[in-house]
């Protein structure tokens, strides 16, 4: 019984981390624009004007010129910040870079480790076994040790504390115990072999008994993949939107065209909020457009 509830378990922790990724992706897609940041450098500029932060605007008639970018310089700073963590880096403050490079990098090597138990299942290779048993013991040290780490640095300096809460210290706590738990499971399987078992079990719905350990590492890892969609942890795909639908839209808003008829049509949301210098209740439009009144100010 146990053996089928973990491979059922196993499933379901797939099936709604990608359904619940794909509605959150689809959800966050489709609402309005948000305010550019107009931070420049802009990656996709060419690099003789992002070298020193320029834009296309700055060209004498530029409206009436084709539009030149470069999309592979995107594509590479979105690289440099998942692999590199290039922002963390470069904000250092508190001295958290290494330790947090070292918890995604854990995260990275976890999912290339069952890709890698996937390939070893149907391929039986040697070398799939020994890269097996390579990426799997350091994704589970860099991880334990990366989530650890930051959550003694939030405990004990107090400007992290300061803003650190209950749900930080718990999302890091939870991080390194399905790796802490992976150790563990691998002490006891040197060559991952009841690992494997595991996942041909749930792949081809043939129950198979694992070792406690196993079991424990696994099912908390799929605890964590069910947690992940519906937690702050959603930036492995926000970041995507952050980088390109705020800090790097550079785009000019052409009179007539879909952006324009769209923030014509976000113009007139009414505001649900007031301050000194907004009215609850009015549109956006009437809020930029009408001075405010004596009477009206909060």
Known sequence: MF????????????????????????????????????????????????????????????????????????????????????????????????WSLAMHWGIYLYFGWLFLLVADLFLNAPILALATNVVGVAAGALGAAGALALAVKRATQRELKLYTTPLDYFNLVFIASFFVAGLASWLGDLSFAAHKSYIGSVLFFKPAAAPFAVSLSFLLFELFLIYMPFSKLIHYFAKFFTFHHALWDDEYKEKGSARDFQI?????????????????????????????QESEKK
């Open 3 to 98: 053996e089928w509830f973990m491979i059922l378990f196993g499933w379901l922790a797939a099936v709604l981390f990608i359904a619940v990724s794909g509605y959150k992706i689809a959800k966050i897609a489709r609402m309005p624009l948000n305010v550019r940041w107009e931070v420049y450098p802009v990656p996709h500029e060419p690099a003789d004007r992002r070298n020193y932060g320029g834009s296309y605007m700055e060209q004498v008639d530029w409206v009436n010129k084709p539009r030149v970018t470069n999309p592979l310089a995107e594509y590479l700073e979105m690289a440099a910040e998942i692999f590199a963590l290039k922002r963390v880096k470069e904000h250092n403050v508190y001295n958290v870079w290494l």
């Open 264 to 292: 014509v049509k976000q113009l007139t949301y009414a505001v649900q909020w007031s301050g000194p210098h907004i009215v609850k209740g009015k549109s956006w439009l009437a809020q930029a457009q009408t001075p405010l």
